[in-house]
């Protein structure tokens, strides 16, 4: 759960829709006005395709029978339960929020209370009540059918039971019925090298406590890896109204169990990065202890300063204590090769935790939210050297390296990494991060800046700023290397109007406007025909004004929104006629394209994406050698540059129009499966 609680940023009127150019300095673009320029300039986006449940954790996922179609697996609050468990039975025939059930939160829950968060849950659609919150969806079916212009409606309140029930068949439960015992809500995730989804961590007792698991879903077994399933939830599932003897929900075995697997720490809000040689970073997050009930917990809090290293092949963890640094929760953190070897690489994180410190002078209450101010001191750290380190478990705040300081701490903007590999050999590793805050009680900002890692000394520069401050907002990197932001708010100011960031000159364009607030817990992910899918967020929020009113919040049914970005309007489209389905670093590999001239060669990672946290959108350019509509492409040839897994390929045309995007499997060259 993530509250927005802020003194109110200046909000900027969200009305101008200039082109502003900040680096480098230069003469101000002729104005364009969207939606007035048409799709060529501004996008196109789709009326509302009403999607069941909430987008707040979304990842494509891919397995060998769909070698064109991935699914989708999605999760909300709380995970490994139905709605039905912990909301009252609502009147029949009513469309009003009957209330949580008592049983569930004294049973499950130790009486911790449950929020506004939960009501996301109730939907006024009675089927939903049914699912889990855990959810795969089929992609291409559902693409096929917003592609028919189906989905016309622009206001949530407008949708019928009908359009609601129309996507039902896309949607398969994911959760317990899949092996999950977990409330894997805002957690840590990635997608590994061998295409599984790692979420690290846990979220349970209504918020705030953290949990220790590793937690794996197996694309191919479409089910979670199994790990003990907790006690209270047995217990649930054979009793719901508690009429037997139930294991105590304040007892930590009895909802976290413990593992060979598990974290040393417990983490909510953690941050994971899939390193090159495909183990698990995780970094941050925080936890209370519950143990102590509802009334006490709060002020028990910490911010967990100690990183962590999961094996995938051997199923344990390694703490670094000998690497102590205390970071915002969910800390923008990304892999940069350092050097032109296969070792050398480092993980850049974006801001830290800077004093005041809960409690000391001018600090702020330990039972706050996020209790933390945050600056962008910016550091690489090196992992292999604490792993190496005959002092890895001695505690000390060691193998960081500073780099640089950001404007902002950029806690809760989005973020995302873009790398640019040269046929001379050479690449760029840019980080761009948008807006957020510095934490505690500073504003909400609009500052939007780089920092390239491949320079000798990288330096965080500006570029244009967002349209007003907003946190909370997502970035996706596109296959023509342009950067949208979407969503995102400044205290009760939405920031409803998409923008597009131009890397080469840092400079916005002002575009479509969405009709749906999308802050927290929202989504955006690149889908295979080059369009963006923007989900998620709380489902209470989706309806405008402020605040909502509960007849509002009843109303409300999640939504998910297209938008084609400009490169859909600018004529033929290159076709990629065949490609290989996987490659290896530093391998050269060929591509026959048609339909158009090849501009460039890129493949981009398919999530997971959640909170503003982009890791899974990573963007690779590659060199590529043309021959008519023969192209031989050279791989990344490090894995620092690009971590092995699974990406969506495309080829951009002179003209600007993008390829659809072919799956494409990036192995590491110690795989031994056969290409
Ligand atoms: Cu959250």
Known sequence: ?????????????????????VVPAGPARAAVECPEAGPAVCGEKSGLVPAHKDFIHATLIWNKKYSTCPNMLVWMRP????????????????NVFPGFNQ????????????????????????????????????????????????????????LTSADISSTDRFFTDAG????LGYNLFCNGHVSGVDGRIY???????????????????????????????PCVRIGYEMDPTGVLSHCDPLNENNTDPPTPSDLKYQRWYPTAVTLPDGRILVLSGSDQDTSVGPANAGSTKVRQGVPEVYDPKTDTTVALENAWKQLPMYPRAFVVQTGPNEKDWKVAVTAEVVPPLPGQPGGLNIGGYDPFFYSGNTYLLDVQGALADPLVATRAQNHWTFVDTAQNGHDSGAGVLMVTIRADGTWSQEVFLFGGSSGGDTPDSAVAETIDFSSATPKWKPLASLIQPATQNNVVALPDGKLLVVGGASGRTNSLRYQMFNPADGSRTDLVSSPVPRHDHSTALLMPNGAVWVMGGNRVNLIPGSPQTQAQRDAAVPVIEQYKPPYFFKGAKPVIDDAPASIRHGNKFKLEVSGTEVASVTMIRTGPITHNWTWGNQYVKLPFAQQGGKLEVTAPPLPGLAIAGDYLLYVVGRNGAVSDGRHLVLKLMSDPEPD
């Open 176 to 179: 317990f019925s899949r092996g």
């Open 79 to 94: 995970s490994e339960y139905k709605p039905k468990h912990y909301l009252n039975a609502p009147v029949p025939g009513s």
């Open 1 to 21: 759960m993530k509250t927005v609680q802020k003194t109110f940023a200046a909000a900027v009127a969200g009305t101008c829709s200039l082109w502003l150019v």
């Open 199 to 229: 979420v690290v961590g846990l979220h349970d007792k209504g918020g705030n406590n953290g949990g220790r698991k590793i937690n794996i879903f197996d694309p191919k077994a479409e089910a979670w890896v199994p790990r003990p399933m």
């Open 103 to 158: 049983k569930y939160i004294e049973l499950v829950q130790g009486g911790f209370g449950l929020g506004q968060l939960d009501e996301s849950g109730w939907s006024r659609y009675g089927p939903d009540l049914e699912r889990e919150n855990a959810q795969l969806l089929d992609v291409c079916g559902l693409q096929s059918m917003i592609d028919t212009g189906v989905f016309t409606r622009n206001a949530i309140a407008d």
